[in-house]
């Protein structure tokens, strides 16, 4: 490479790293109600950020290739922060060499505010549609994935939409929170978002599984069998009831992998996520 050509390189790479940390905020004038979480947000460590009271996106455009397809990431933290990097940004770029743009939700965290993290979730999916035009995406090509906690907020997004504006169009599940129920739930997940001792009622809201029509998004779901913190049985309830609706829905289990792999490297076994999640996506159209 000669010297121009590196410049030109350099300038377009910084022009890249701008641009791919847009900041959009949900409610630019700000959101009608509180989590009540008074302590200020921090990094807990380089890769976890805890208490999110300002719901934002930031932006991570496909500069290569473009599909038009975009999916809104929820990393997971057991609604009690996100892992911003493990779970969103490296996901984020991984979907930009791809041809897929890609926006990391920084939503709020419930504080038993149950009905908060969806409708920020929902507000991100409607924002993205409402500027595809803008964006050069296809508005009917705006998806959703989400980890752990993540996962239930995706989830519930699939199944709790409330327009065709904010309906996603497809979900990417890993290793997700699905159920509310005891005995299936991460209990940690739940408290934070109903509280130490729900009632009947909120928890079946609120059981991803029990949400599901025919009008519920098609789904890709990864989960390890030795997941020993969120059971692999909330991705087979989840998929089960998919089929049942005659939802399309794929859920690839791996023998060994625990919980929050992510995309690093962990095993052979679960490391293949990625290729089987590209393989599903152009099954769906989302990918070239």
């Known amino acids: 490479m000669n010297m121009k050509q590196l410049i030109v390189s350099s300038l377009l790479m910084c022009a890249l790293g701008l641009h791919a940390q847009d900041e959009w905020l949900l409610y630019p004038g700000g959101a009608t109600e509180s989590n009540q979480i008074e302590a200020a947000e921090e990094h807990q460590r380089s890769d976890f950020v805890i208490n999110i009271t300002k719901p934002r ?26 892992a911003v990097e493990k779970e969103g940004i490296e996901i984020a770029r991984w979907f930009n060499s791809k041809g897929v743009s890609a926006f990391v939700l920084y939503y709020r965290m419930p ?69 509310m129920k005891g005995g299936i739930t991460h209990a940690g997940s739940r408290s934070l978002l109903l509280g130490n001792a729900p009632d009947t009622t909120l928890i079946q809201r609120f059981s991803s599984e029990d949400r599901i029509t025919r009008r519920t ?61 590209e393989s599903w996506m152009k099954k769906q159209k989302l990918m070239k």
Request: glycine residues 12%; proline residues 8%.
């Open 57 to 82: 996106m930031y932006y991570y455009p496909a500069a290569v290739n473009p599909t038009g397809t975009a999916v809104v990431i929820c990393p997971g933290g057991g609604y009690r922060g996100i």
């Open 217 to 277: 998004p098609p789904a890709f779901l990864f989960h390890a069998r030795d997941d020993k913190a969120v059971p692999v049985e909330n991705s087979r309830l989840f998929v089960e009831a998919l089929k049942r609706n005659k939802v399309e829905g794929e859920l690839q289990e791996f023998e060994k992998g625990g919980h929050g792999f992510g995309m690093r490297p962990t095993n052979p076994e679960t490391d293949r996520w990625p290729l089987l999640l």
């Open 111 to 179: 504080n038993r505010h149950y009905e908060i993290p969806v409708k920020d979730a929902l507000t991100a999916i409607e924002r993205v549609r409402k500027q595809s035009r803008q964006l050069g995406l296809n508005k009917k090509r705006i998806g959703i994935m989400g980890f752990s906690a993540g996962g239930h907020l995706a989830s519930t997004a699939g199944t709790q939409f409330t327009s065709a504006g904010n309906r996603p169009d497809f979900m990417i599940l890993g290793y997700p929170v699905i159920s």
